[in-house]
């Protein structure tokens, strides 16, 4: 037994692949706001983040675990049609001592898609949030995997073994990386920011592959905090959906159908597919493996892609 496999907890070793649903918004909100949520899901956005880290001063974390907790249960006991399709998450304090392991207790429960897990540094951390959340869901009798883990990698250690990270827990889902300007990310690497994003590119790309090669589903990057500049947004969401991502957070509701937009395929590009599968399958019942479609060479490599994505788009 290799030395991965014997360091996973025996409930891990017998967990499910959770099927993780692709979010192409995750729209912070914070804690101590939960009356902004309706506003989120007004905007469009397909989760909302409560945040009871960076966004809660000292003084307010307790008052803002129990809105939070709250807002879960009432989004919970919602019916389908009232609470929308928004999947509401939490950002956690970092798991340093027993107050973090209550924070994790209050709010795992039925409501909860998943846990935003911040400073995140090496694979010690993720285990030891997988164990705590093992736990948690057979407190609160959930099946086990129910909860989705997102790393935040906001140190360098961390983003430097990303893919060990993306590897440490079979929950881990939505992992990318942040590249806000003048946030931890910038202060451990110590880039300079620019809204054309070219100093983090190569770090954006590098971590995306360790997310792919390691199997953590439906990656997401961000953030642009120019609240005003939505075209600013817009090209750097564009940027992040040409290297691969799936999405993005985003930290104002001004953001969310720009992002949303981005990270849909538009008509054209769904007929495409559909006319791309057509002359692949036409061209195979005639012998012929490819086929130049619209000037290109194709065969059932593209076919197979534009599958995945009518699939993933409903149509």
Not at 12 to 26: F, H, I, K, Q, Y
Not at 110 to 138: F, H, M, N, T, Y
Not at 178 to 199: F, I, K, M, N, Q
Not at 235 to 263: C, D, K, T, W
Request: aromatic share 4%; glycine share 8%.
């Amino acid at each position: 037994m290799s030395s991965k496999e014997s360091s996973k907890n025996p409930v891990e070793a017998d967990m499910g692949v959770v099927d993780r649903p692709p979010l192409r918004s995750l729209l912070f909100v914070p804690g101590t706001r939960t009356d902004w949520l309706p506003k989120a899901r007004a905007a469009g956005a397909d989760a909302a983040i409560l945040d009871l880290e960076d966004a809660v001063p000292t003084a307010d974390k307790l008052a803002a675990r129990a809105q939070v907790a709250d807002a879960l249960e009432r989004a919970a006991a919602m019916p389908a049609e009232q609470a929308g399709r928004m999947a509401l998450f939490v950002r956690v304090n970092p798991l340093d001592d027993w107050a973090g392991a209550e924070e994790l207790r209050a709010v795992v429960q039925a409501g909860l898609a998943g846990i935003v897990l911040p400073k995140v540094r090496s694979v010690q951390d993720v285990q030891l949030a997988d164990r705590l959340l093992v736990w948690c869901e057979q407190e609160q009798g959930l099946p086990p995997g129910r909860v989705a883990l997102v790393p935040l990698l906001e140190t360098a250690r961390g983003l430097r073994e990303a893919y060990d990270i993306a590897r440490a827990a079979a929950r881990i889902a939505y992992m990318g990386a942040l590249s806000a300007p003048g946030g931890d990310v910038e202060r451990a690497v110590g880039y300079r920011w620019s809204p054309e994003g070219t100093e983090t590119v190569a770090l954006r790309s590098r971590v995306l592959l360790d997310a792919r090669a390691a199997g953590a589903p439906c990656p997401v990057s961000g953030l642009w905090t120019r609240v005003g500049d939505l075209p600013g947004l817009r090209a750097f969401a564009e940027q992040n959906r040409s290297l691969g991502y799936e999405g993005m957070m985003a930290i104002h509701p001004s953001h969310v159908p720009v992002i949303n937009e981005v990270f849909s395929p538009s008509s054209a590009e769904l007929a495409r597919c559909t006319e791309l599968i057509a002359a692949v399958e036409s061209a195979q019942r005639e012998g012929t493996g490819a086929v130049t479609f619209q000037g290109e060479m194709v065969d059932e490599a593209m076919a197979r892609t534009a599958r995945i994505v009518l699939e993933r788009h409903g149509a």
